[in-house]
């Protein structure tokens, strides 16, 4: 750019110092030849030869115009060189401004990253300091630790060694207190013998009636049925009512029975949904009650199974061979054909029947 701002100010420079009327004239000569018919190079033509004043003077004010024109462009050029110029020197002061921000950034760079470097490695330092001191507090703690641990292992080693002369000791005390107790067993088997044999041989009539309905009772307990609670016969003769539904009753069991259905829960779930039974009905059998046993009188147990309450007098003690069978109470036909008396009360619903 520089180079050519020379030769474009040199070629300016160099045009200026012509005089104007010298170069007019040579380019009216110029014209001149070239419209000359002959091809030739001549002499340019004065004006006393004939030459037209007219046309020289057309010619110089083309030339004066044309030279205006140029003298023109080279001022708007050299305008442009002038502004190529400033802007160059701008550029070049830019240039120069941005290298020393360059310059001073890359310092400030430098200074901020020997700044940080020493602001990490004295924090890493001081880091590793604390390490080293807890580090050594550590250490200290557990050589604490181990002295405290050996002082109770020593302490525990003394107290498993009193446990085991206590142990020992309290081994002697119960093998001494074992030898006790079986001698003391052994006294009560003898006394216990001793006290069966005098129990076994009745003293008074008392104690041979006690003897007596407690073997009774055994013997009684040996023929129930444990399979099957049964209820305690009632006190008083039914009334009518009951003895027709107990007679109902019998016969839906048969039936069920017949029919392979569970009759005694069925007909649990038939009486709670139905409420046939009312369970506050003195004397009634709720309906819980009638699914796990029937009622005595029409149980279908063996007459041996029903247990009674034996009460004799002192005076009417006989021995155990002497003692009269259970009463039954299961319904029977008499030899002549005739029903027997339950079922009659079952038929008459008289209350005062006698049933044996």
Partial sequence: MEEGFEAISTSYAGASR??????????????????????????????????DESLALRVAATRVEEERALSKKLQERDSQIAALMQQSVVKAQLLEMFRAEKD????????????????????LQDKNNDLRACIKQHESNAKLAHREIERVR????????????KRKDLHARIDVLQAELDESRGQKETIQAE??????????????????????RQRMAQQEDPREERLPLQSRPPRRSKLEKARQYRLEIEQEVQNHIPCRQARARQLAESGEIAASEPGNPSAAEIGKSPPPFLSTAPVDAVQFDVVTSPASVKSESSVSPVPSVRPAQSDDGEPSPWDLCLKTGNPRQNIE
């Fill in 18 to 51: 012509m005089g104007m009327r010298e170069q007019i004239n040579r380019q009216a000569c110029d014209a001149l030849t070239s419209c000359s018919p002959s091809g030739d190079s001549a002499p340019p033509p004065s004006m006393e030869d004939g030459c």
């Fill in 154 to 165: 020593g302490d525990l080693k003394i107290l498993a060694d009193k446990h085991k002369e």
């Fill in 104 to 123: 001073q950034a890359e310092k400030d760079y430098e200074e901020a990253s020997k700044k940080e470097q020493e602001v990490s490695c004295k924090r």
């Fill in 195 to 216: 006290h069966e044999s005098k129990r076994a041989r009745p003293q008074t009539a008392n104690d041979k009636l006690l003897i007596d309905n407690e073997r009774l």
